[in-house]
């Protein structure tokens, strides 16, 4: 019985050595596993984060050129902007040069007409003095002494006529400032018949009669300054393109240029400008500031035209 309790204890000792091996392996094992899947988790979220990094860079670049698209789209509006107002720019200078280029003409003109003031004044003393010392009243003496008066006179109106030509100019020339379809060409505003008249017609449009009435004002206020020995018109003169016209109302452009300056006339009369102030002259298509076929020769042709001028 001894015996077989030692060698039953023997057997028994041999277990709890192979469980610690087994126990150990198992424990590293699992240590490794854990490490792995820590490293895996690890992994995975370096990853995310990199992805929505990407994702993040992705949006702001697309951003990034969202904004390029408007900058390139806004600079070019600046661009086109400024072309526009370069071509502005450039029709003012024209103005302020044509402006500046009438000027210097109305003052040549009004150093000559003084200058013949002034001869006129000479030659009528040497008459006052001939008669003086001749004490001779001859008809003939009269008739120059007369005739030295009047051109005296004649020439003192024109040269007060030519400064209130210069302020109709300056005054017109401020309203119509900037605006298209007009033209300013020596003394005379060119204003394009479409500004005033439908195609082939010769009835005022709301426009036009807008345009007129700006126009009956200042007339209206030079008028009231010039002095009543003065003879001063506003001629009105109706042109039109080359390009026949047959209608019932109208068998040739010279009616239907003169038909359009006749109802210009009409409409500075009804705001007040005094019909005997007013003259309307048409000339068809006989006087061309633009020549050739192109649209743009024949509507620069088909324009009414403003003068102040003695009558």
């Known amino acids: 019985m001894r015996l077989r309790r030692r060698e039953s204890n023997a057997q028994l000792d041999i277990w709890p050595g192979f469980v610690d091996a087994l126990s150990t392996v198992l424990l590293v094992f699992i240590f490794v596993l854990v490490g792995f899947i820590a490293s895996q988790v690890y992994l995975s979220s370096v990853i995310f984060?990199?992805?929505?990094?990407?994702?993040?860079?992705?949006?702001?670049?697309?951003?990034?050129?969202?904004?390029?698209?408007?900058?390139?789209?806004?600079?070019?509006?600046?661009?086109?902007?400024?072309?526009?107002?370069?071509?502005?720019?450039?029709?003012?200078?024209?103005?302020?040069?044509?402006?500046?280029?009438?000027?210097?003409?109305?003052?040549?003109?009004?150093?000559?007409?003084?200058?013949?003031?002034?001869?006129?004044?000479?030659?009528?003393?040497?008459?006052?003095?001939?008669?003086?010392?001749?004490?001779?009243?001859?008809?003939?003496?009269?008739?120059?002494?007369?005739?030295?008066?009047?051109?005296?006179?004649?020439?003192?109106?024109?040269?007060?006529?030519?400064?209130?030509?210069?302020?109709?100019?300056?005054?017109?020339?401020?309203?119509?400032?900037?605006?298209?379809?007009?033209?300013?060409?020596?003394?005379?505003?060119?204003?394009?018949?479409?500004?005033?008249?439908?195609s082939a017609s010769d009835e005022l449009s709301e426009e036009g009669q807008?345009?007129?009435?700006?126009?009956?004002?200042?007339?209206?206020?030079?008028?009231?300054?010039?002095?009543?020995?003065?003879?001063?018109?506003?001629?009105?003169?109706?042109?039109?393109?080359k390009r026949p016209i047959r209608s019932a109302k109208f068998t040739s452009n010279w009616e239907l240029s003169a038909f359009r300056a006749i109802s210009v006339v009409r409409c500075l009369i009804k705001n007040g400008v005094p019909a005997k102030h007013l003259v309307a002259a048409g000339f068809g298509e006989n006087q061309p500031i633009a020549q050739g076929k192109t649209e743009e020769a024949l509507a620069k042709n088909r324009r009414i035209e403003f003068k102040l001028d003695e009558r």
Request: charged residues 30%; glycine residues 4%.
């Open 49 to 198: 984060d990199k992805n929505s990094s990407l994702l993040d860079t992705k949006g702001q670049l697309s951003d990034v050129r969202h904004l390029l698209d408007l900058e390139k789209g806004k600079n070019a509006e600046l661009v086109k902007r400024i072309a526009e107002l370069q071509s502005t720019v450039g029709n003012l200078q024209s103005l302020f040069d044509k402006e500046s280029s009438l000027r210097q003409e109305e003052h040549t003109e009004k150093l000559s007409l003084e200058q013949k003031i002034e001869k006129l004044n000479a030659q009528l003393k040497d008459v006052m003095a001939a008669l003086a010392v001749e004490h001779k009243t001859s008809e003939e003496q009269k008739q120059a002494l007369e005739y030295i008066k009047k051109e005296n006179l004649k020439l003192s109106e024109l040269t007060k006529l030519s400064a209130y030509k210069s302020e109709f100019f300056d005054k017109l020339s401020r309203i119509v400032q900037g605006k298209s379809g007009i033209k300013i060409s020596g003394d005379r505003f060119i204003f394009q018949s479409e500004l005033f008249f439908d």
């Open 210 to 241: 807008a345009q007129v009435a700006n126009l009956a004002e200042v007339v209206k206020e030079i008028g009231r300054k010039i002095p009543g020995n003065i003879n001063w018109i506003l001629r009105v003169d109706g042109h039109t393109d």
